[in-house]
């Protein structure tokens, strides 16, 4: 088949009627699916077409989706991107307003160079093209929170182009397995966020807040290389991890610092593509994926009931999980665009077209900015499974966490415990803690020199892994404890005297005869049960292959 | 002897330094001309109280030798689409009718700085569209000169049937409040704005000096567009010298207008001209329009004579796409404009109408109440040239031309060419009734037909007052200098204005008499009905 088919690889998501076919342009891609990847444990690495049996039926039609998305970070800085107005997250409405954001008549912008930077870097770590010279135009549209009756954007010459963002989804159950991706991206614009409106329709009143009102915006348009609300949804998680790692924005989506808009279509393979939807201010990665698929389910449905998809703006209803149409955004919107004539073109140089004896508070050299690039996610997550040899979904979870990457390296720097050791604590015990009560890594009452103690002990044989877990959630519940106080607190030891441990087998056996009978009659299971036995005896202090061994050697 | 009031700035000055006059005197006698010259409706609002509250201040440091320098307690006037802070700025519109800025704009900033005296805001065509300053919600501005001697005894000699009290002359525009003020010897100097020649045509109508200065020079923060690619704030002043001191305090960067240049600006010496015959003048030939009046045509030669004469050389120079400007700057300068209002939506500042059903609702009459005519009917031709449809066709194509038209300059002075010598105005000052039977359009079409392309290069020019026509009205004549040359183009002008001797306007009735002042009120209300 010459098409590419547009849907793959996206676990347990089948469209209804929708024939999904392993993509062509999947060179690197080891399929799975639900379905290929029954059997656990199952060698990886063995190509086989996805869903070979499933060749469509006369009448049935295979559909594919093509995602896109626009998204808007708000670039963390002091101050807005034309203005010198402090820029904080919930601050009393209408507090960082200047003359120039209200659009009082007669101001006029002034280029925030930290916002240049910002996206200069951003543009670099996304592998962008840096434009040299780019240019502000005017977006025009009346709306009660855009004060000046027009957005300054970067709509002809943007500061960035032609980048790639590389992702990577998990497919099939557990051991699952990871896909590398790529989504290009279209273009990096400078542009200024809008103020927010709060409509209090009972009292039929608009209430106008512009503290927001030019903030400095990243809009990153990525091209309609995806396929499905979770490609969409990670795409973006990566997108986010990148920003916070290099500090251009805070990237925090319940804050409103991304949202995303996407762009939705469905088209029978090796057919022009469909008319598409747009689906707006999606604020947070469960939601994009829940509406990117509500959304191409929806036009599948229509389609196939002899409906037509309308080019419109859609809103996500999360409480109904399904999109509806914007009725302020019908018709179609003419944005009358006009160069920004009061700003220059924004000209950058590099170490070798910059001027000599340049002022470099007024010159911005990409040079210099490239040097200051962090390590990027990819690079470390690379360098853990290299030098732990951890699993890369390991990795993705170990990064993905605010602060865990450094917890766990702090752990790292203070046990002699297994590196596989420490992730599965961290990522299994650590983080299942912190899920739990809803907190932030940075408010873990568990240092990394606890946990490191902690699992020294549990290295040293010192105490059973069991016991492990409870000096954990003791260290949890009482800050400032050290788990060695904790141990002999809670004579949570292990028993190390064998002599003890031979008599309690003994006597737990000839407490439950019936157990070993079964044992003798070589029940499998029998030892195990025994074994649990005799550890609830020792309180959880015993090591339970010791005690496995004791009670083979007695029967 | 002139009085106090008839001097130039720098003789003012220099009186003020050496205690001939108080700057509190000086500041009364000025508002006191101004109350008499009412009629001329060339102020929006008189700040009084603020110029006698500056004037006081001024005086301290006079008393105590710490004067701020050749400002210092000269009273000015500015255009009333300046920023000013705590003093209404209204563009002579209802959308900005009781607007009190909380800042002043930079120039404004600049003159009080130097202790200058903001004697009030000038009157002026609403948002700067128009070049008679008859199209503002205050009503027109009279010409001065419609009132001089000069004038006056000219008419006499003629049989006109024409009831004389409604006979009164247009300012020009859009600037005519500020042309006036100085004209009238209200102020000293004032602030106009240049968009397409709003400084030079009413300087030219009234007899003063008009300087449009180069794009990015000065500073534009504060002064309320009309088309921010060509806008700059214009200097209105009774002689070039004048117009040097001003510019001197205003040009230079400016941290809030981003187009304005990096570069430190010296401070201006204007020096005199000693070798003018290694000059040379550039005289377009594109300039001469069948609609010229013979008049304006025979100074124009004159002038050009005049340089001759001295050994300067004189050269016909060709400006090819010049015709192309008038229709080039309509779709920019509409383009613009639908861009800019569009911020006069009644939310934050300004005219909010009583209807409430919806913002929409709003917005639109708000914006009909809001604007006149003139300015609505630029933003509906500039958002039909913003349309997708339209963009290629219309904007993009007159970007081009904007660029053609510039290219014209940058050929010619790169030929060795140091100034060029062309009319300010097709002809004298019109009077009222003449003027109104064209629409807007029309005559801003007509009225910048000399002055607008300058402002598509960016480039420096001058209108100098030459002689008087047949009628006693003025006639000035324009030079168009290299950009960022302003200096060597007010020097230029500054040799002229000495060789041509134009006379003083002679308003000793007005300025003397109170029962002709009297008189001229009761003539403002009838024209008025």
């Not at chain 1, 896909?179 to 991206?185: A, D, H, L």
């Not at chain 1, 409906?307 to 409480?319: H, M, P, Q, V």
């Given at each position: 088949m010459a098409a590419p088919v547009l849907c793959r690889l996206c676990p347990g998501r089948r469209w209804s009627l929708a024939y999904i076919n392993r993509g062509s342009r999947h060179e690197t891609g080891t399929p799975t699916g639900s379905r290929s990847s029954g059997k656990r444990g199952q060698s990886s690495g063995v190509q086989q077409p996805l869903i070979t049996a499933e060749k469509p039926r006369k009448g049935e039609h295979e559909w594919a989706a093509v995602v896109g998305l626009e998204i808007h970070a708000q670039i963390s800085s002091n101050s807005k991107l034309f203005s010198g107005s402090q820029v904080h997250f919930a601050a009393p409405p209408n507090s960082l307003v200047s003359f120039f954001d209200a659009s009082l008549p007669g101001t006029l912008p002034v280029l925030n160079r930290r916002c240049v930077e910002a996206a200069v870097m951003t543009g670099l770590a996304l592998n962008c093209r840096i434009n040299k010279k780019s240019l502000f135009d005017r977006k025009h549209y009346f709306y009660a929170d855009l004060p000046a009756g027009y957005q300054i954007t970067q709509q002809r010459l943007p500061i960035a182009v032609n980048g790639s963002l590389a992702y990577s989804v998990f497919?099939?159950?557990?051991?699952?397995?990871?896909?590398?991706?790529?989504?290009?991206?279209?273009?990096?614009?400078?542009?200024?966020?809008?103020?927010?409106?709060?409509?209090?329709?009972?009292?039929?009143?608009?209430?106008?807040?512009?503290?927001?009102?030019?903030?400095?915006?990243?809009?990153?348009?990525?091209?309609?290389?995806?396929?499905?609300?979770?490609?969409?949804?990670?795409?973006?998680?990566?997108?986010?991890?990148?920003?916070?790692?290099?500090?251009?924005?805070?990237?925090?989506?319940?804050?409103?610092?991304?949202?995303?808009?996407?762009?939705?279509?469905?088209?029978?393979?090796?057919?022009?593509?469909?008319?598409?939807?747009?689906?707006?201010?999606?604020?947070?990665?469960?939601?994009?994926?829940?509406?990117?698929?509500?959304?191409?389910?929806?036009?599948?449905?229509?389609?196939?009931?002899?409906?037509?998809?309308?080019?419109?703006?859609?809103?996500?209803?999360?409480?109904?999980?399904?999109?509806?149409?914007?009725?302020?955004?019908?018709?179609?919107?003419?944005?009358?665009?006009?160069?920004?004539?009061?700003?220059?073109?924004?000209?950058?140089?590099?170490?070798?077209?910059?001027?000599?004896?340049?002022?470099?508070?007024?010159?911005?050299?990409?040079?210099?900015?490239?040097?200051?690039?962090?390590?990027?996610?990819?690079?470390?997550?690379?360098?853990?499974?290299?030098?732990?040899?951890?699993?890369?979904?390991?990795?993705?979870?170990?990064?993905?966490?605010?602060?865990?990457?450094?917890?766990?390296?702090?752990?790292?720097?203070?046990?002699?415990?297994?590196?596989?050791?420490?992730?599965?604590?961290?990522?299994?015990?650590?983080?299942?803690?912190?899920?739990?009560?809803?907190?932030?890594?940075?408010?873990?009452?568990?240092?990394?020199?606890?946990?490191?103690?902690?699992?020294?002990?549990?290295?040293?044989?010192?105490?059973?892994?069991?016991?492990?877990?409870?000096?954990f959630e003791e260290l949890w519940r009482s800050k400032g404890k050290t788990p060695a106080h904790i141990v002999s607190e809670k004579e949570l030891g292990l028993l190390q005297d064998r002599e003890t441990l031979e008599q309690l087998c003994q006597a737990t056996m000839e407490e439950h005869p019936q157990v070993v009978m079964d044992m003798k009659k070589g029940n499998p299971r029998a030892i195990n049960k025994l074994i649990g036995l005799v550890r609830k005896a020792t309180l959880s202090r015993a090591d339970p292959t010791v005690i496995k061994e004791i009670l083979e050697k007695k029967l | 002897m002139r009085t106090m009031l008839g001097r130039t700035l720098r003789e003012v000055s220099a009186a003020l330094k050496q205690g001939q006059i108080t700057p509190i005197e000086l500041c009364q006698k000025c508002l006191s001309l101004i109350k008499k010259t009412k009629f001329l409706n060339a102020y929006i609002t008189v700040s009084e109280e603020v110029a006698l509250k500056q004037a006081e201040e001024s005086e301290k440091r006079y008393k105590k030798g710490h004067s701020l320098g050749d400002l210092d307690g000269i009273p000015v006037a500015v255009k009333d689409n300046f920023s000013t802070s705590g003093i209404e700025t209204t563009c002579a519109s209802n959308m900005l009718k009781g607007y009190v800025p909380p800042f002043n704009a930079t120039v404004v900033q600049k003159l009080l700085d130097q202790g200058a005296l903001l004697m009030g805001k000038t009157n002026l065509d609403e948002f700067a569209m128009g070049c008679g300053s008859t199209d503002g919600i205050f009503g027109p501005v009279k010409n001065p000169w419609s009132f001089s001697k000069q004038y006056r005894e000219k008419r006499k000699q003629k049989p006109h049937g024409d009831n004389e009290d409604s006979d009164w002359l247009i300012t020009g525009g859009s600037s005519g409040g500020s042309a006036a003020a100085v004209s009238a010897f209200t102020c000293f100097a004032a602030l106009g704005s240049d968009t397409g020649g709003s400084t030079r045509n009413p300087a030219a109508h009234c007899g003063v000096v008009g300087l449009k200065p180069s794009y990015g020079l000065v500073s534009r923060h504060g002064l309320i567009p009309l088309v921010n690619s060509m806008d700059v704030p214009g200097i209105l002043t009774r002689c070039v010298d004048d117009a040097a001191v001003v510019l001197g305090v205003l040009a230079g960067h400016d941290c809030k207008d981003s187009t304005t240049i990096q570069d430190p600006v010296k401070p201006f010496m204007l020096p005199n001209l000693t070798d003018v015959s290694k000059l040379c003048i550039g005289i377009p030939k594109e300039y001469l329009v069948p609609e010229l009046s013979s008049e304006v045509q025979s100074l124009w030669s004159k002038a050009a004579s005049l340089f001759e004469s001295v050994g300067a050389k004189v050269i016909e120079v060709s400006l090819p796409h010049t015709s192309y400007s008038i229709v080039c700057y309509h779709v920019l300068c509409t383009s613009e404009v639908a861009s800019n209002m569009a911020r006069f939506d009644g939310l934050e500042y300004g005219h909010r109408c009583d209807i409430d059903v919806s913002t929409e609702a709003m917005y639109a009459a708000t914006r009909r109440e809001g604007f006149n005519d003139v300015v609505r009917g630029r933003i509906l031709s500039g958002n039909f040239f913003l349309l997708k449809e339209n963009y290629e066709n219309y904007f993009v194509k007159a970007q081009k031309v904007r660029r053609l038209i510039a290219n014209d300059f940058v050929n010619v002075f790169n030929s060795g060419v140091d100034a060029l010598l062309t009319p300010t105005t097709l002809s004298e000052a019109m009077p009222y009734l003449e003027f109104i039977k064209e629409d807007n359009r029309t005559r801003s079409a007509q009225g910048d037909i000399f002055t607008q392309a300058v402002n598509m290069a960016g480039l420096p020019a001058v209108s100098v007052p030459m002689a008087l026509s047949n009628q006693g009205l003025p006639i000035g004549l324009q030079f168009i200098g290299r950009a960022f040359c302003d200096q060597q183009l007010l020097a230029i002008a500054k040799w002229f204005e000495k060789q041509v001797q134009f006379p003083v306007i002679q308003l000793q009735e007005l300025m003397d008499d109170c029962s002709s002042i009297f008189e001229n009120e009761k003539l403002t209300s009838v024209s008025l009905k």
């Open positions: 497919v099939g159950k557990k051991p699952s397995q990871l896909i590398n991706k790529t989504v290009r991206i279209k273009q990096i614009q400078l542009e200024q966020d809008s103020g927010k409106s709060l409509h209090d329709d009972r009292r039929s009143q608009t209430l106008i807040d512009l503290n927001r009102a030019g903030v400095g915006l990243l809009e990153v348009v990525l091209e309609p290389d995806m396929s499905c609300g979770e490609e969409a949804a990670t795409a973006v998680k990566e997108l986010q991890l990148i920003l916070q790692t290099l500090g251009t924005s805070q990237a925090n989506m319940a804050e409103g610092q991304l949202r995303v808009d996407a762009n939705i279509s469905v088209h029978h393979p090796g057919e022009p593509l469909g008319v598409r939807t747009e689906v707006k201010n999606l604020n947070s990665a469960r939601f994009l994926a829940k509406a990117i698929d509500y959304e191409i389910q929806r036009q599948i449905n229509e389609l196939e009931n002899g409906g037509e998809i309308l080019n419109e703006t859609r809103s996500f209803d999360y409480k109904l999980g399904c999109t509806v149409p914007m009725r302020d955004k019908e018709g179609k919107q003419d944005y009358r665009f006009i160069p920004e004539p009061n700003l220059p073109p924004l000209l950058l140089y590099d170490s070798v077209s910059l001027p000599a004896g340049a002022d470099p508070q007024q010159v911005i050299d990409i040079d210099q900015i490239r040097k200051r690039l962090p390590e990027l996610p990819s690079v470390t997550r690379e360098k853990l499974i290299q030098q732990y040899g951890m699993l890369p979904e390991h990795s993705l979870t170990l990064l993905n966490e605010a602060g865990l990457l450094e917890f766990f390296q702090n752990v790292m720097k203070e046990t002699r415990a297994e590196p596989k050791k420490v992730t599965s604590w961290v990522l299994n015990t650590f983080l299942g803690f912190l899920k739990q009560q809803n907190l932030a890594v940075s408010e873990s009452p568990v240092t990394p020199s606890a946990l490191a103690e902690l699992l020294n002990l549990l290295d040293r044989k010192a105490i059973s892994s069991s016991a492990a877990k409870q000096v | -």
